[in-house]
């Protein structure tokens, strides 16, 4: 499946060929910190198969639980994170954000990571009230 995306602000642009069988969400205290919500949506993608159009990312290295140093691009102009990958010189996967990616609706995790750290109400909310748009103040 070809998608394209980019940052909030549209200073970063990429597209890539992926495979939407791979979509996942991670609930690891780290993701949940640096997303600043209760998971991560996540879609791997080989190197050969993504694209940066424009832009550079700014890249923050942090290590995991498994002792691994990780890379999160972001964007330095609105914070936006874009993909992680290892802390390499040339990595060869990408892990790019799936709420960055226009064709997000169509992206359907398969797998769900951490899932010892997720909110317990976070597979609950449906019965919580819902709004179509901003309620009025």
């Known amino acids: 499946m070809k998608v394209d995306g980019g940052c909030h602000c549209g200073f970063l642009k990429y597209e890539a060929d992926v495979d ?5 969400v991670c609930h690891c205290t780290d993701c949940q910190g640096l997303s600043g919500s209760p998971f991560s949506g996540f879609l791997p993608v080989p190197r050969a198969h ?5 832009g550079r990312p700014k890249i923050y290295v942090k290590t995991a639980e498994s002792g691994n140093r990780r890379a999160q ?4 102009e609105c914070g936006t994170r874009i993909y992680a990958s290892d ?3 040339d990595p060869q ?3 790019l954000r799936i709420g960055t990616i226009r064709q997000r609706a169509q992206l359907a995790p398969k797998i769900q990571l951490w899932r010892r750290s997720a909110m ?8 919580v009230p819902s709004h179509d748009r901003q309620p009025p103040a």
């Not at 939407?20 to 996942?24: E, N, V, Y």
């Not at 993504?50 to 424009?54: I, N, S």
């Not at 691009?73 to 330095?76: S, T």
């Open 20 to 24: 939407p069988a791979l979509a996942g």
């Open 87 to 89: 802390d390499s010189p």
């Open 93 to 95: 996967r990408f892990n």
């Open 50 to 54: 993504f694209r940066l159009l424009a």
């Open 73 to 76: 691009a972001f964007c330095p």
């Open 120 to 127: 317990p109400w976070v597979t609950d909310l449906a019965s």
